[in-house]
């Protein structure tokens, strides 16, 4: 069976510091790959997917960015946290055989920037 | 339009009622449209999952209906109980595009 790790669950981290946060799907070849970004009591918003090693697309400009050096891992980035990076970070991966493959995500990393 | 507008933000009932969450979108292009549970800090799960051809889909206490000319849907919880406390999200997909997220729903569902 599929499954998906997240670490570290838990990152608390000072302003202007850099960031990695990894990512990495078992089980499965091929996938496409997200990242998300949960604010508190808010809904989810995605920063980046990922069809293929190397191919990266951004959603939104940010402060952030995404590597997939590996077919199943994938790297969330900073060079200079800010305090705006505040968040729960969710990746997410998906089959790509068949269109309505469904989303299937990790337990998430809660990072805090102080 | 790629907007997916959920409501109420927050929901409680008592055991055993049925709460009912709504979603709307404008995109008619989405082709593919998922609910998840998500408990505190936990990843959001898959719970159930419709397509626009189907009116209606059932899973055990959890019910999808679609509504395609008023362009939305809702999810209904029947015999609630407290272990469905959680935040619910609708989403929307078209292709191979990832997810469009409702801003979520926090069910309580009170002994």
């Known amino acids: 069976s599929q499954t998906i790790h997240q670490w570290p669950a838990t990152l608390v981290q000072p302003v202007g510091s850099p960031l990695s946060l990894e990512c990495t799907v078992e089980?499965?070849?091929?996938?496409?790959l997200y990242w998300y970004r949960q604010a508190a009591g808010r809904g989810l918003q995605l920063l980046f997917y990922s069809v293929g090693i190397g191919q990266i697309s951004s959603e939104v400009p940010q402060n952030l960015s995404a590597s997939r050096p590996q077919d199943r891992q994938f790297i969330l980035s900073s060079k200079k946290l800010l305090l705006s990076d505040s968040g729960f970070y969710l990746c997410a991966w998906s089959g790509r055989t068949d269109l309505n493959q469904p989303q299937h995500f990790g337990d998430g990393t809660r990072l805090s920037i102080l | 339009q790629q907007q997916v507008k959920q409501s109420p933000q927050s929901l409680i009932v008592q055991k055993g009622g049925i709460p009912i969450i709504n979603c709307a979108y404008e995109?008619?292009?989405?082709?593919?449209f998922p609910w998840y549970q998500q408990f505190p800090g936990k990843g959001p799960a898959l719970l159930i999952a419709?397509?626009?051809?189907?009116s209606e889909k059932k899973e055990g206490r959890f019910t999808i209906s679609f509504n395609k000319s008023a362009k939305q849907f809702s999810l209904h919880i029947m015999d609630s109980q407290p272990g469905d406390s959680a935040t619910y999200f609708c989403?929307?997909?078209?292709?191979?595009?990832?997810?469009?997220f409702g801003s979520g729903t926090r069910l309580q569902v009170q002994p």
């Open positions: 419709i397509r626009p051809d189907v």
């Open positions: 995109n008619t292009a989405f082709d593919y």
């Open positions: 989403a929307a997909k078209t292709g191979r595009r990832a997810l469009t």
């Open positions: 089980g499965t070849s091929n996938p496409n």
